[in-house]
Each structure stands twice: as C-alpha cells, then as structure tokens.
C-alpha cells in the first residue's frame, strides 16, 4: 500500500501540514472583524517573482485587522516641550477602541489550562540538559487545536486530554486567543497567523476545511504538492509572518509529492520594555561548563516586589501591549532543570498571589540572551498521553480525508527563538508535524539578584503563557 505524507507545519511561528474540501470547491471566506485589512508587508527572506505564482492559486485570503495609528507623545509635542493633550488622547481613545472592538468577549477565554501549561512546560524544559532550551505552551496548544479539529474517535480525546479542554472550549479559545495576542503599534507587534496548503487534484473534507479557515483565521492556498513553486511560497509566507526571524530554520520546511495537504500556523512577537534599561556593564556568567563574558543590563529598585519561592527568587519586567517577563532565578543548589519540575514555580506563574513575595530593594543584574531551540515533541507529547496518532494501527484522521491506507502522525518538531536586550523582546516558533499514511529565603532588606548563572524566563501575555524557556549559557 503507497504510503501517504501530509506535513503539518505550526509556526509562532508554528507550520502543520493537513487534507480537507475539493481543490475546485473555494472554501469558505473567513467573515471580516471590525477593522480589517490586508497585513502589512514585512521584509522577506525570500522572495518569488510574479511569474513564479503563476501556478499558486489562492483560494481565500484571511483579513487582519487595521487599527487606527498608535499615537506617540513625541508625534505631539511642539518645539517647546508643550504636548497637546487633547489631540494626543483623542488619538489614543480611537486607537483603544479599535482595539477593544478587536478583543470584544476574547477576555471571556479560559485560560490555557493549568494543568497543561504546567505539564507541557516541565515535559520539555526538563530536558535542557545543559543546554539552552526554549518552548512555547501557546503555540502547542494552537497546533494541537488544529490537530484536533483533523482527528477522530480516541486520537481526539487523548489531544483534548491533553489540552484539557473539550472541542468547542479548545476551538472558541484558539479564535479568542488569535484576537487576544493581536496588536500593531511603534511599541508592541504581536500576530498569529494561519494558512492551509492544498494539493492540487486531491478531495478534502470540506467541514473540516471550513472549521480551521473560519475559527483559526487562515489563508488557503492550492498548488502541485512537492514543486519548489509551492514550496518557496510557503517558506516565503512563513518568513513573512515572522519577519525572518527563524529563516535558519524555516529554509528546511518543504512539502513532497506524496504530502496531502499543509496548514501553517505562525506566532510573532516583538515589544519595548515600559521602563528600558540604560545601565549595561560587561560581567560573567557561570554557564555549566565555565564562565562566559555577557553583557548585563542592570537597575535599581527601591522598592520592588520579589516573589520568594522555597527553591528560587522571582521578579518580574514589564513589556509595551500589557505583556510581563518573569525571570526566575533558581537557588544556588538546584540546576534551572530541577526548578522547571518544581510545582510551587507554576503554582506562582498561574497565580502570583499564592506565593509569599516581599518588597525589597533589589539591584537587578540580567544578562541580554539570544535563545533557539530545536525540539523533537514527539517522545514529550506521548509522555502527555497523545500516543494512537503515532501509529497507523491506532492514528484515526477521518475527518481529515477519505483516502485508501492509514494516516498517522510520523514527525513533530519545535524551533524556537527569543532575544532580550535593553531596548525589549523579540520571540518567534514553530511546530512542524508530519502526517504520514501507510531552602526558605532569608529575611533581607536589600537584595542583589544576579542572574549570572542558569535561569528560566517566562513571557506571558493576559495570563498566557506565550514563550518560557531556559538560559543555560549566553
């Protein structure tokens, strides 16, 4: 029996290759939100002239929002200083009602479930052994979602397990959560984005390609499966989505001829500290296998709240968009992989207010990082109890396509990359999968917290956990 591939690519970037309805039968237009518009153009990596389209043929094409222009002080400030109020809020409460409009009813979405964040989260830090390492709970949990929407019988409900959540509660949260995590402005850029790539010729279930258009806000495309046309296409919509930022990795997705149908899920992220470091001094850091020089951005609190775990001091810095950086720095005698297991850390990251903080003085040393990741999630996500997908005895896709043979899931990979530096943040990821067929702190009153030897990092936004990851060396 002829094996069957369908890669799915989930990119955040997040990329996932999927089937679903005829070729010849246009999906579904994804119903327009206040607002939108086509995204705006990013620098590409990689680029295809015209005629280089000619035979990728767009079938739908997803709107993003258009909010009004961020209004910056200074783009209201005259030659003497005076700022004109007025004008400069008049600007500011259009731009907050777009935007309020954008998110209407999102703030209702359950958050990602505790219990997944937590164990998603210890699944793969665990394993840094030494090294860098760096997840993204949140893009998971969209991929998932889609993966979801394909399965059938058992194969969904150990997903849905998983995720903790039911199908309707998983897919209402993954549209809330779209419009949730959107932003565009001078200081803050956050989007996810979707696309479906069809193969030319082949039957798709149309219910199913309507579920991930209309609730996961995707582009459809359809092309000649395998073709380096349809395949630079998609590397250059990947790089467009994350602003070339994991071009390294992306330039190693392609589909093959015997690939059904893919479906690209991308996250972006990119914001300015509210309060941006301006004291950087050269220092060193105590990887595990010796010391590096880093460059550390440092302030000095006169009063800031540190959260004081049993096992680890914890503060946090604030990001432009509403975001927050949790830096977790872990007590001398346990390594950043023993922390990442520890249940009090997460029990602090669900809810601040359950863990003992103190407000100190605290002189705040935090190296500049640049992290990626390559991760294999397939061994962590059988750990998670998603396990019938990996085998074609077990896999059951039908709602996905009606084709002769058996699918199941062959390949799942992560990459990874966050930056921080004084200016802000910089995050991007994504999951490749492959369908084939066939001791208490003491009492202090000022605190020095260096982190200048392995740490962990969490990147949250309204409660989300967007990027976590640990800092093994710089």
């Given at each position: 029996m002829k094996k069957r591939k369908i890669m799915i690519c989930a990119a955040f970037a997040a990329a996932v290759l999927l089937s679903g309805c005829k070729p010849d039968e246009q999906p579904p237009h994804i119903e327009e939100i206040p607002q939108q518009s086509e995204p705006s153009s990013v620098q590409s990596a990689e680029e295809l002239s015209a005629e280089e389209y000619e035979d990728i043929l767009t079938l739908s094409a997803a709107v993003y929002p258009r909010l009004s222009v961020y209004p910056l002080e200074e783009n209201y400030t005259d030659d003497k200083g005076y700022v004109d109020s007025d004008a400069y809020m008049e600007a500011y409460n259009k731009y907050s009602g777009d935007l309020k409009e954008l998110r209407k009813n999102s703030d209702q979405i359950d958050r990602?479930?505790?219990?997944?964040?937590?164990?998603?989260?210890?699944?793969?830090?665990?394993?840094?052994?030494?090294?860098?390492?760096?997840?993204?709970?949140?893009?998971?949990?969209?991929?998932?979602?889609?993966?979801?929407?394909?399965?059938?019988?058992?194969?969904?409900?150990?997903?849905?397990?998983?995720?903790?959540?039911?199908?309707?509660?998983?897919?209402?949260?993954?549209?809330?959560?779209?419009?949730?995590?959107?932003?565009?402005?001078?200081?803050?850029?956050?989007?996810?984005?979707?696309?479906?790539?069809?193969?030319?010729?082949?039957?798709?279930?149309?219910?199913?390609?309507?579920a991930l258009a209309e609730n996961y806000y995707a582009s459809v495309y359809s092309g000649e499966m395998g073709s380096e046309e349809l395949n630079a296409a998609h590397r250059k919509w990947l790089n467009e989505q994350t602003d070339g930022m994991l071009y390294e990795h992306t330039q190693d997705v392609g589909f093959t001829a015997d690939t059904l149908m893919g479906l690209s899920s991308t996250v972006y992220y990119q914001a300015q500290w509210v309060d941006e470091f301006q004291n950087?001094?050269?220092?060193?850091?105590?990887?595990?296998?010796?010391?590096?020089?880093?460059?550390?951005?440092?302030?000095?609190?006169?009063?800031?709240?540190?959260?004081?775990?049993?096992?680890?001091?914890?503060?946090?810095?604030?990001?432009?968009?509403?975001?927050?950086?949790?830096?977790?720095?872990?007590?001398?005698?346990?390594?950043?992989?023993?922390?990442?297991?520890?249940?009090?850390?997460?029990?602090?990251?669900?809810?601040?207010?359950?863990?003992?903080?103190?407000?100190?003085?605290?002189?705040?040393?935090?190296?500049?990082?640049?992290?990626?990741?390559?991760?294999?999630?397939?061994?962590?996500?059988?750990?998670?109890?998603?396990?019938?997908?990996?085998?074609?005895?077990?896999?059951?896709?039908?709602?996905?396509?009606?084709?002769?043979?058996n699918i199941w899931i062959d390949k799942a990979e992560h990459a990874v990359r966050v930056t921080m530096d004084e200016k802000g943040c910089t995050a991007a990821a994504y999951i490749n999968i492959d369908y084939c067929g066939d001791a208490l702190p003491q009492e202090v009153e000022e605190l020095y917290l260096t982190f200048d030897r392995p740490f962990i990092f969490v990147i949250q936004q309204s409660g989300q956990p967007l990027f976590c990851g640990i800092v093994n060396r710089v």
């Open positions: 990602i479930s505790y219990d997944f964040y937590r164990d998603s989260m210890q699944q793969y830090l665990s394993a840094a052994d030494g090294e860098n390492i760096a997840f993204s709970p949140v893009n998971m949990y969209m991929a998932l979602s889609m993966l979801a929407e394909t399965a059938g019988s058992d194969s969904r409900q150990q997903i849905l397990t998983a995720l903790g959540e039911d199908m309707d509660t998983a897919r209402s949260n993954a549209n809330a959560l779209w419009r949730q995590c959107y932003n565009s402005t001078p200081l803050c850029t956050q989007r996810l984005a979707n696309s479906l790539w069809l193969s030319d010729g082949m039957e798709y279930n149309s219910d199913t390609m309507k950087i001094k050269e220092g060193v850091f105590h990887a595990p296998d010796g010391e590096l020089q880093a460059e550390f951005l440092k302030r000095t609190y006169d009063n800031k709240y540190v959260y004081c775990g049993e096992n680890y001091f914890a503060l946090t810095e604030y990001l432009e968009g509403g975001a927050v950086m949790y830096f977790i720095l872990p007590d001398e005698d346990i390594s950043a992989e023993e922390l990442a297991c520890d249940e009090e850390m997460y029990r602090m990251l669900d809810d601040p207010e359950s863990t003992e903080k103190r407000l100190l003085e605290v002189h705040l040393s935090v190296p500049k990082f640049d992290v990626s990741a390559q991760l294999d999630l397939a061994e962590g996500m059988k750990q998670l109890g998603i396990t019938d997908i990996f085998s074609g005895d077990t896999a059951d896709f039908t709602p996905l396509a009606n084709i002769d043979g």
